[in-house]
């Protein structure tokens, strides 16, 4: 199978290609030529798997240049139980009565989020992918982070020969767990850097930074190429389709569902990454009613999918899910390439009137295409705080604000749709990464205020029952390893002083 350009770009590359390079030459981002599909059989074989194992199959379908006993290699050393506990991404439904709701806890990882499934295997799909490739360069994972892919990617490249990696976060824009989780990272090859700007400052940085051709001859000259770890990457995006085809997998091998029957995937979306996972399981042959699309206050994807038009410019707000706090949601452009029936004339110039002006609108035909699978909804503080109580209240869970505005927006989607279709909502993060935000809502607005990060930690975990993650815990008397911070005109010229010195 061969990758190609969302925006046309003329050369087909093979996928150890496009997980080295991360991003197309044009800019544009690599997607299959086509899109595989699962058999009946694949999907039979499959419920008797573990994840680690349906995760190498799945991979196995877009990744041809690698064989399924690699991919199960690389697999089952991502996904040791001695990093996971015995379930990697556990189905849990909700209560014992209700037999609509499960929730996929994506945050077993080492960091305690979803970015780790993907970016725990990402490391050896990359090392595996420069052998194939015959490169020889040094390969600087460079990425932008709204709080979880940093710690993510910085846990799964630390130490690993041949490579650097540079995490830019914004200053003020994630959380304190993600931010100590950060800048207390050891590594002899890993490099934090605070931005005095928002997330979107970060990535547009960062792109502009893989689109300068003669700074990618400077660095070539030094021996150094680019890579990403962003879900622009191809191999970072890839490993998430596998959760959700296990996620259908184990309603099935558990009598949940029936065979052929349609679920709904309720998914927290900032840059639109996990989502558009769950469209390509779709897309592959797992039965998708709905795909409900949770935005909070920065809600450009939730207009989007109801006017059609795509308008950045608007108040950036910082919120209690500030993983979220995105307003250019880089991978919708996969998705619009895909509904066009592969246009890369028609995405081009979205892209370019986005970066342009701001904005752009797409035609009545792609945006019916999109809303016949996607619902997109939002919601602000005061419906996150109330959704983290009303579910712990109603089931006794305790999830974290991101979760809770995807059980926020579907509350409200099957109030007004009546709809009964049985709901797998992707959990992204531990509860105790958003320690503060989730103790107010169970206590009472303004709880944590005057605490500790690490005192209100303790008390959730005293709260929930739940022991606090191995990634999260004493994280205040930690060794603070990185301190600088840049304006975002200054990122280009930070990367070259840590590659070239």
Not at 84 to 90: I, K, Q, S
Not at 373 to 395: C, N, P
Not at 405 to 424: A, H, L, M, P, W
């Amino acid at each position: 199978m061969k990758y190609i350009s969302t925006r046309g770009y003329d050369r087909k590359y093979s996928a150890s290609e496009a997980i080295v390079l991360g991003i197309a030459p044009d800019g544009g981002l690599f997607v299959p030529e086509s899109i595989p599909l699962l058999s009946e059989d694949d999907i039979a074989e499959m419920a008797n798997m573990s994840f680690y194992q349906i995760s190498a199959r799945v991979l196995s379908k877009f990744l041809d240049d690698f064989t399924e006993e690699e991919l199960l290699s690389y697999t089952s050393q991502a996904y040791d139980p001695e990093k996971w506990g015995e379930n990697t991404v556990p189905l849990v439904q909700m209560n014992s009565y209700n037999e609509r709701e499960y929730i996929l806890e994506l945050w077993h990882g080492p960091t305690a989020a979803f970015k780790d499934v993907a970016l725990q295997l990402l490391p050896h799909l990359m090392t595996a992918s420069i052998r194939k490739t015959g490169e020889s360069k040094k390969i600087c994972i460079l990425t932008a982070t709204s709080g979880d892919t940093g710690k993510a990617a910085l846990e799964g490249f630390k130490d690993l020969p041949g490579t650097e990696i540079i995490v830019f976060y914004p200053s003020d824009g994630v959380s304190e767990a993600q931010k100590l989780q950060m800048i207390t990272t050891t590594g002899s090859n890993t490099h934090v850097i605070a931005v005095n700007g928002c997330f979107d400052d970060a990535q547009t940085g960062v792109k502009n930074i893989f689109a300068d051709t003669a700074f990618a001859e400077k660095l070539s000259a030094g021996g150094v190429k680019l890579s990403s770890a962003n879900s622009i990457n191809w191999g970072r995006l890839v490993p998430q389709i596998a959760y959700y085809v296990y996620s259908y997998v184990d309603l099935l091998r558990r009598e949940k569902i029936e065979k052929g029957e349609a679920i709904n995937i309720v998914v927290p979306t900032g840059n639109f990454g996990n989502i558009l996972a769950a469209w390509y399981a779709k897309q592959m042959g797992i039965p998708v009613k709905k795909l409900i699309c949770a935005s909070n206050r920065n809600k450009v994807l939730c207009d989007f999918f109801s006017s059609g038009k795509y308008d950045r410019k608007r108040e950036f707000f910082k919120t209690t899910s500030p993983s979220m706090d995105i307003l250019i949601s880089s991978n919708l452009e996969r998705l619009l390439f895909e509904i066009t029936g592969k246009d890369p004339a028609k995405v081009k110039e979205w892209m370019r009137q986005l970066f342009e002006e701001g904005s752009y609108t797409v035609d009545p035909k792609t945006l019916r295409s999109l809303q016949m699978l996607f619902v997109g909804g939002f919601a602000d503080e005061t419906g996150v705080s109330k959704t983290i109580l009303d579910v712990y209240d109603r089931t006794d869970n305790v999830i974290d604000t991101h979760t809770a505005v995807g059980f926020n927006i579907y509350n409200r989607y099957r109030q007004r749709s009546s709809d009964e279709t049985k709901t797998v909502f992707a959990s992204t993060a531990s509860p105790f990464k958003f320690a503060p935000a989730v103790m107010d809502a169970l206590r009472g607005a303004g709880y944590s205020n005057g605490r500790s990060t690490e005192t209100v930690i303790k008390e959730l975990s005293e709260e929930s029952g739940l022991e606090i993650p191995e990634g999260i815990r004493d994280l205040s008397s930690k060794e603070i390893l990185h301190k600088l911070m840049i304006e975002k005109e200054d990122m280009e010229k930070t990367v070259e002083n840590i590659l070239l010195q």
